[in-house]
């Protein structure tokens, strides 16, 4: 028997109604064997069709079922659409059948962009547990903190048993690690009962090094007229390696019901076809599920605000928003005066830049990057705040320092409080990062888990990016810079939960937790159709500035702050406001006009109409 094939999606095992259907793009491949668990290592031939397509019904097999295919009578390999690898990704793959999982909210159709907090995690060090169980277990917390929307780093299969997740090899598959497949429905279904939206981290701009076989049987994925900073550039010339990508998007939007993805590093997806994937993938996911709000969210380091363009009434066909480093690096330019890498383009006039974030978007609209040698940016200054998603921390900015330093080991106290107070009160959409809630001491360092020659390389190449930096020239300082392959390192970036009741952090989760309450209750509504509706900004004194933004309702929000350690005069209350929220001592002292050291206030101005 063939087999009625039920889903619609090409790559991967297809659960049928009396089977599975099993099929393999091996373009590279001459002959394709089925090798079933059940079958005892037999080897059942693929019958080979067009355009190097390989296919195969079984009778009789059902969800669980473990098995690999044979090329050329050569090497054994897990399927690139696996849904699980229970044995990680060297072992066999398992069919996995996603309409099993009783949904307890199957009428979730999630929420509305302009009411997205963002909550940023690495499931292996968010809690001790290091799975999906372990994240479910702390969405009440997350829920009481106010965030309506939490963000997992990749959970894409990767090799071993610790990853970021940026070097995953097999895109459909959650990581055993982490728990099964139903662990992380699950996660999302408790989610969504809780009102927070679940969104994921995906990468499709390069695949890892460690358990990627297809170059092997299709090599035709990959391209030598690019590349990337990690690897070979994947061909989106070609229509099968365009659908194995949005075919994985439907899959985790669809199968997991996922609210949004953010999309990794797009700047390395080289892609001259007549239309560019990132808007094919756009329109297809939109078009394909059309009742639900679903948030599209880029990683761009070239600022490509055309991607993040409105239709006439406001809404985005496409994508809904990017990260926004500008406002990343303006920040901690001022409150920490670092001025090595990216913070070079910052360091002279980064409260103009933090203006122009909070006001037009991007501080770089195509203005030349003495960093990148280059211009970079698009002009951004015509879209809306939620356009850009904002933050102090993430775990690039952390990470990506060799000592994997938070803020709060950097910062004054009073600089981080008066920055948190401007992020998680502008219109733009904020992001906080696991444990920043309550200003978490633990680092997030870079972790993997390779062996052998490729762990002694990742070693020593993490090692040489640093030498550049004038504390790292020295070989011996670079030396100590922690091992990613190392337990120890991946150990030493996870959360400690028992510090969030005691001082200081109950201080700093209380701050926290008083923003964004403000932020549900006076910005949130207001935000529904914002457009760019008349954004005046200035700066004044030394390091101050102030910032109007008419809301959706015709009130105009207003900041003023000051950046400088010191005193700044010049400062008055709005007319006609009221007082939403201020840093201590900052509305006590506009009674004379100045603003103290490390301070921000805001204010409302109700609409007259």
Same mark, same amino acid.
């Given at each position: 028997?063939?087999?009625?094939?039920?889903?619609?999606?090409?790559?991967?095992?297809?659960?049928?109604?009396?089977?599975?259907?099993?099929?393999?793009?091996?373009?590279?491949?001459?002959?394709?064997?089925?090798?079933?668990?059940?079958?005892?290592?037999?080897?059942?031939?693929?019958?080979?069709?067009?355009?190097?397509?390989?296919?195969?019904?079984?009778?009789?097999?059902?969800?669980?079922?473990?098995?690999?295919?044979?090329?050329?009578?050569?090497?054994?390999?897990?399927?690139?659409?696996?849904?699980?690898?229970?044995?990680?990704?060297?072992?066999?793959?398992?069919?996995?059948?996603?309409?099993?999982?009783?949904?307890?909210?199957?009428?979730?159709?999630?929420?509305?962009?302009?009411?997205?907090?963002?909550?940023?995690?690495?499931?292996?060090?968010?809690?001790?547990?290091?799975?999906?169980?372990?994240?479910?277990?702390?969405?009440?917390?997350?829920?009481?903190?106010?965030?309506?929307?939490?963000?997992?780093?990749?959970?894409?299969?990767?090799?071993?048993?610790?990853?970021?997740?940026?070097?995953?090899?097999?895109?459909?598959?959650?990581?055993?690690?982490?728990?099964?497949?139903?662990?992380?429905?699950?996660?999302?279904?408790?989610?969504?009962?809780?009102?927070?939206?679940?969104?994921?981290?995906?990468?499709?701009?390069?695949?890892?090094?460690?358990?990627?076989?297809?170059?092997?049987?299709?090599?035709?994925?990959?391209?030598?007229?690019?590349?990337?900073?990690?690897?070979?550039?994947?061909?989106?010339?070609?229509?099968?390696?365009?659908? *194995? +990508?949005?075919?994985?998007?439907? /899959?985790?939007?669809?199968?997991? %019901?996922?609210? !949004?993805? @953010? #999309?990794? &590093?797009?700047?390395?997806?080289?892609?001259?076809?007549?239309?560019?994937?990132?808007?094919?993938?756009?329109?297809?996911?939109?078009?394909?599920?059309?009742?639900?709000?679903?948030?599209?969210?880029?990683?761009?380091?070239?600022?490509?605000?055309?991607?993040?363009?409105?239709?006439?009434?406001?809404?985005?066909?496409?994508?809904?928003?990017?990260?926004?480093?500008?406002?990343?690096?303006?920040?901690?330019?001022?409150?920490?005066?670092?001025?090595?890498?990216?913070?070079?383009?910052?360091?002279?006039?980064?409260?103009?830049?933090?203006?122009?974030?909070?006001?037009?978007?991007?501080?770089?609209?195509?203005?030349?990057?003495?960093?990148?040698?280059?211009?970079?940016?698009?002009?951004?200054?015509?879209?809306?705040?939620?356009? *850009? +998603?904002?933050?102090?921390?993430? /775990?690039?900015?952390?990470?990506? %320092?060799?000592? !994997?330093? @938070? #803020?709060? &080991?950097?910062?004054?106290?009073?600089?981080?409080?008066?920055?948190?107070?401007?992020?998680?009160?502008?219109?733009?959409?904020?992001?906080?990062?696991?444990?920043?809630?309550?200003?978490?001491?633990?680092?997030?360092?870079?972790?993997?888990?390779?062996?052998?020659?490729?762990?002694?390389?990742?070693?020593?190449?993490?090692?040489?990016?640093?030498?550049?930096?004038?504390?790292?020239?020295?070989?011996?300082?670079?030396?100590?810079?922690?091992?990613?392959?190392?337990?120890?390192?991946?150990?030493?970036?996870?959360?400690?939960?028992?510090?969030?009741?005691?001082?200081?952090?109950?201080?700093?989760?209380?701050?926290?937790?008083?923003?964004?309450?403000?932020?549900?209750?006076?910005?949130?509504?207001?935000?529904?159709?914002?457009?760019?509706?008349?954004?005046?900004?200035?700066?004044?004194?030394?390091?101050?500035?102030?910032?109007?933004? @008419? #809301?959706?309702?015709?009130?105009?929000?207003?900041?003023?702050?000051?950046?400088?350690?010191?005193?700044?005069?010049?400062?008055?209350?709005?007319?006609?406001?009221?007082?939403?929220?201020?840093?201590?001592?900052?509305?006590?002292?506009?009674?004379?006009?100045?603003?103290?050291?490390?301070?921000?206030?805001?204010?409302?101005?109700?609409?007259?109409?």
């Amino acid at each position: 028997m063939t087999g009625q094939i039920l889903p619609t999606n090409r790559f991967g095992p297809r659960p049928t109604a009396d089977g599975v259907h099993f099929r393999l793009w091996a373009p590279g491949a001459e002959r394709v064997d089925l090798i079933l668990d059940e079958a005892r290592g037999a080897a059942l031939p693929m019958k080979a069709g067009d355009d190097g397509w390989f296919e195969r019904h079984v009778d009789d097999v059902r969800a669980g079922s473990r098995y690999r295919y044979l090329i050329d009578n050569e090497v054994h390999v897990p399927d690139p659409a696996s849904r699980y690898q229970p044995e990680d990704v060297h072992g066999p793959s398992a069919v996995v059948d996603p309409n099993s999982f009783a949904w307890s909210t199957p009428d979730w159709t999630g929420r509305p962009w302009h009411e997205t907090v963002l909550y940023e995690l690495h499931v292996g060090t968010f809690t001790p547990e290091g799975t999906f169980d372990g994240v479910r277990r702390k969405l009440d917390h997350l829920a009481d903190l106010g965030v309506t929307a939490v963000e997992l780093m990749p959970v894409a299969d990767f090799p071993g048993q610790r990853s970021w997740g940026y070097d995953g090899v097999l895109p459909f598959a959650p990581d055993s690690a982490y728990g099964t497949p139903d662990d992380l429905r699950r996660l999302v279904d408790e989610a969504h009962d809780r009102g927070l939206m679940m969104f994921l981290d995906v990468v499709y701009n390069h695949f890892g090094p460690d358990g990627n076989f297809l170059h092997r049987y299709a090599p035709q994925f990959f391209t030598r007229d690019a590349d990337t900073p990690w690897g070979e550039a994947i061909d989106f010339s070609r229509r099968e390696v365009r659908d *194995f +990508v949005i075919e994985n998007a439907l /899959h985790w939007l669809r199968d997991y %019901r996922f609210d !949004g993805l @953010r #999309l990794d &590093a797009v700047h390395a997806i080289h892609d001259r076809s007549p239309q560019h994937i990132l808007d094919e993938l756009a329109e297809t996911v939109h078009a394909e599920l059309p009742d639900r709000h679903i948030h599209l969210v880029l990683e761009n380091e070239d600022n490509s605000a055309h991607y993040l363009r409105r239709d006439p009434r406001g809404r985005a066909p496409a994508y809904v928003a990017q990260w926004n480093d500008d406002i990343h690096h303006a920040c901690h330019v001022l409150a920490t005066g670092e001025s090595e890498a990216y913070y070079r383009d910052f360091i002279k006039e980064p409260l103009d830049q933090l203006r122009r974030c909070l006001a037009e978007g991007f501080a770089y609209q195509g203005e030349l990057s003495g960093f990148r040698g280059a211009a970079r940016g698009e002009r951004s200054a015509d879209l809306p705040p939620g356009a *850009f +998603v904002t933050f102090l921390q993430n /775990h690039d900015q952390v990470g990506n %320092r060799a000592f !994997g330093e @938070r #803020l709060g &080991a950097l910062a004054d106290d009073r600089a981080v409080a008066a920055l948190t107070a401007i992020v998680l009160l502008a219109p733009s959409p904020p992001m906080l990062f696991m444990g920043e809630e309550w200003s978490a001491p633990e680092p997030f360092l870079f972790f993997c888990d390779f062996h052998d020659e490729l762990a002694a390389a990742v070693r020593d190449g993490r090692r040489q990016e640093f030498a550049e930096f004038a504390a790292f020239r020295d070989p011996e300082t670079r030396n100590r810079i922690p091992d990613p392959n190392a337990l120890e390192t991946f150990e030493r970036s996870r959360l400690d939960w028992d510090r969030f009741g005691v001082e200081p952090h109950a201080t700093w989760l209380r701050l926290y937790k008083e923003l964004l309450d403000v932020r549900r209750r006076e910005i949130i509504p207001r935000l529904a159709d914002m457009t760019r509706n008349a954004i005046r900004s200035e700066c004044f004194g030394a390091r101050a500035l102030t910032v109007t933004w @008419r #809301l959706d309702d015709g009130a105009e929000l207003s900041l003023v702050a000051n950046t400088s350690p010191t005193e700044t005069a010049g400062f008055a209350v709005p007319d006609r406001s009221r007082l939403l929220y201020a840093t201590e001592g900052a509305v006590q002292s506009a009674v004379d006009g100045n603003l103290p050291a490390w301070s921000a206030a805001w204010f409302i101005a109700d609409s007259d109409e």
